[in-house]
């Protein structure tokens, strides 16, 4: 026997875990077959006269620039005959309730034509197919367009039918226009009822249906109208656009002002072109002169359009003038209004040039200006005797030149840059307070960015001849502004800005005026003996600046002189500074500034102390040269005296008979019993100067005489001698003292003791 257990049985599963994997795929499976059947399309055929420009899996079905569907694939119909190509199309599901008898189908391929360009977008996306919903029975065939359909009459707007005795250049999209807006296009065309006449469907928007009245008259306007005749050759178009697609306009007479709104019903007449719908605007002007006028033909024009005609004309009693019946644009009934100018344009030959020029052409004219839209309106006009000044609303650059005179300049003079004619003189008069003549300038728009507020004009009429000693320079800026006048100008910093619509610039009378920089000042002098226009201001021998113009001052008692400071005008233009005449001096003592013999007198000046003075522009010259210089360095000191003697600004301090320093200015004392001299130490010898310092005269010879002595004469120099001087001495160490202090006062004696002779003290000089 054995101890083992017992095995124990039980029966196979059939069940196994590797039929788990089929089960998932077969779930995945149906799940993605109920998907593609849900998402799956619906297939429609269209008939196209030809596949060009259709591609199977490419060319798509867009819907208001939705993808909604794709061609699949391209054949031919099987009942075999050759009625096109049919292309199967898988369109969404959700189009199932659109796909009726009366939906439409087109190809949308770039096309252009004289209306205009369209399908653009095709040309990134290529061809397409798209479609306009309609009613009827469901179907999935259809009969493609062979373009697209035109506006349906139900689209929000108005919807009215012109009959014409022919198409013209008229086509479906041409504009509709109402003074010259676009406000509608035609929507189709046909042959009438009657094979006469040709029926225009026409489309205005929504926004200006109430434009169109009972008695509203249409004309078209395609093209380009020419009326030629003896007076003339007249061409009228209402557009570029309408010039090459073709178009209409509409106005409504000005006498049917209150039309009631039109019937879409009711046809409107399109007359062939605006004479013909009598839909202009009747003005009266009174004519100043009316040689070359005609009625019927001379036409009314606008920069070179013609904006109306002359319909009657009827020569006043007094036989000068005219009254004159216009019948004018509906375009111009805006502009109808106080201040539209009307003048009779006619050629004119002078110095000047050539104005009217255009008259030769077309013959004698009547131009009009359009006066401020929303002015008071009007209908009864008088005629200028000339042409208006231009208006400051054309383009360019308007401004306003302020001049002492018109010298030779006149309307129509050139405005010259760089000897480039840029604009024109187009008005002048005098100013207010008639003191100077205001003229009015445009510049043409390619060069208005040439000026700026820096810009300088100046008169370049006629020759200028400028003579001296070196010879004659002759200047003349062009033939044309020699015989008729004219200005130029240059910009010095073309970055400045300029403000304000009507800017005024001073016109000078030369270039070296206009472009003069630096400071006007203005200085008085006693006499004008000597001084000119053009007189040199000079500092340290260079010229700063320069005279202008002389006056008289109100009281007649001396001259002012209006100069221009050129260089260093921030230092000059202060309060401090000093001006005064430089003369020839001719004396025993020196020969001075002798130039001024040859070259002439000027003004020599020493500016003020940098630092915070003042701007300042009026002076008063002195009589003499400054002796001492703001900056000047030293030891300034007073010296009391009885009187002054031969002593004067200049005359030398000696030590040692070594000159040190000098006498700067003199002036009595406060109680006007001594003299007091200003004296001024070079830094180098003011230690020479200490408290027990003597100063004597050495002005003249002393002479000392005894009956048993003799005659003794002594002078410190022969220059002291004939123009004064000081001479001082210190003592000897110790008794010398300690230095100066500055503005300290020492006596001035009249002579020297004997001992100050002597005195030899040992002092180190400063640097």
Avoid: C
Wanted: proline residues 6%.
């Amino acid at each position: 026997m054995t101890d083992l257990p017992i095995a124990k049985t039980r029966p196979a599963s059939n069940w196994s875990a590797i039929w788990v994997l089929p089960i998932i795929a077969l779930l995945i499976g149906g799940w993605l077959g109920w998907q593609a059947y849900q998402k799956a399309g619906i297939q429609v055929q269209i008939l196209f006269a030809s596949g060009e420009g259709i591609e199977a899996g490419k060319t798509q079905l867009i819907y208001k620039g939705m993808p909604i569907g794709k061609v699949l694939t391209l054949g031919f119909p099987q009942d075999g005959k050759d009625r096109g190509v049919i292309a199967t199309l898988e369109v969404d599901k959700q189009l199932e309730p659109f796909l009726r008898s009366e939906t439409r189908f087109w190809l949308v391929k770039p096309s252009v034509t004289l209306a205009g360009i369209t399908g653009l977008d095709t040309l990134v996306s290529g061809n397409y197919i798209t479609a306009s919903p309609g009613l009827g029975t469901p179907t999935h065939e259809f009969v493609a367009l062979a373009e697209a359909p035109p506006l349906a009459e139900s689209t929000p707007g108005l919807h009215i039918t012109l009959k014409a005795e022919r198409l013209g250049s008229l086509n479906r999209d041409s504009p509709v226009f109402y003074k010259q807006i676009q406000v509608g296009r035609v929507r189709s065309y046909a042959l009438g009822d009657d094979q006469s006449t040709v029926d225009i469907k026409v489309f205005i928007e929504p926004q200006y249906a109430s434009l169109v009245r009972k008695h509203t008259r249409f004309w078209n306007a395609s093209g380009v109208t020419v009326d030629a005749s003896l007076s003339g050759l007249t061409v009228r178009t209402e557009s570029l656009a309408s010039i090459v697609a073709g178009g209409i306009a509409f106005a409504t007479p000005e006498n049917r002002a209150d039309s009631p709104p039109t019937d879409p019903a009711l046809p409107f007449k399109l007359y062939s072109n605006f004479d013909d719908a009598q839909a202009g605007i009747k003005v009266l002007v009174d004519l100043p002169d009316f040689e070359g006028l005609t009625a019927g033909s001379t036409p009314v024009m606008y920069k070179g359009i013609q904006a109306g005609v002359l319909k009657k004309i009827k020569v006043n009693e007094n036989l000068i003038g005219a009254s004159a019946e216009l019948l004018l644009d509906p375009r111009t009934e805006d502009y109808l209004v106080e201040g539209t100018d009307f003048w009779i344009v006619k050629p004119s030959i002078s110095l000047g040039g050539i104005s009217g020029i255009e008259a030769l052409v077309k013959g004698n004219h009547i131009a009009i200006r359009p006066g401020e839209k929303g002015a008071p309106a009007k209908r009864s006009f008088q005629a200028l005797a000339k042409a208006p000044p231009m208006d400051i609303n054309v383009p360019g650059r308007h401004l306003v030149l302020r001049s002492s005179k018109l010298a030779s300049l006149s309307v129509g003079s050139p405005i010259l840059f760089r000897q480039v004619k840029v604009g024109a003189v187009q008005s002048y008069q005098l100013s207010a307070d008639h003191k100077e003549v205001l003229l009015g300038v445009h510049i043409e728009p390619e060069y208005a960015g040439l000026v700026n507020r820096s810009t300088r004009f100046w008169n370049a009429s006629g020759v200028t001849l400028t003579g001296g000693l070196s010879g004659i320079e002759v200047k003349s800026e062009s033939l044309q502004s020699l015989l008729v006048g004219g200005i130029a100008f240059e910009t010095p910093d073309p970055k400045a800005v300029l403000k304000g619509r009507l800017p005024e610039f001073n016109l000078y009378s030369d270039r070296d005026k206009a472009l003069e920089t630096g400071v006007e000042v203005q200085i008085q002098v006693d006499t004008g003996d000597g001084l000119n226009v053009g007189t040199p201001i000079r500092y340290k021998g260079l010229e700063v600046g320069k005279v202008d113009r002389l006056e008289l001052t109100a009281d007649l008692k001396a001259v002012i002189l209006y100069a221009r400071i050129l260089k260093a005008s921030e230092h000059i233009a202060r309060a401090g500074s000093k001006f005064w005449v430089v003369r020839p001096e001719v004396s025993l003592v020196r020969a001075a500034n002798l130039d001024t013999l040859v070259t002439g007198l000027y003004l020599d000046v020493q500016p003020a102390v940098s630092g915070g003075s003042a701007v300042q522009t009026r002076f008063v010259a002195q009589m003499q040269a400054p002796t001492e210089s703001p900056s000047q360095k030293g030891l300034k000191l007073v010296l009391s005296t009885a009187a002054r003697g031969s002593i004067k600004p200049g005359v030398p301090i000696s030590y040692r008979e070594v000159p040190v320093g000098k006498v700067v200015d003199y002036q009595l004392s406060a109680t006007a019993d001594r003299v007091l001299l200003h004296v001024l130490i070079e830094p180098r010898y003011a230690p020479l100067v200490r408290s027990a310092t003597k100063f004597w005269n050495t002005s003249g010879v002393t002479v000392d005489a005894g009956l048993f002595k003799g005659v003794k004469l002594r002078t410190d120099s022969l220059e002291s001698m004939l123009e004064g001087g000081i001479s001082f001495a210190t003592p000897d160490n110790p008794q010398m003292g300690g230095p100066a202090r500055a503005g300290q006062t020492f006596v001035l004696n009249s002579e020297p003791k004997d001992e100050w002779l002597l005195w030899a003290p040992k002092i180190a000089l400063g640097k």
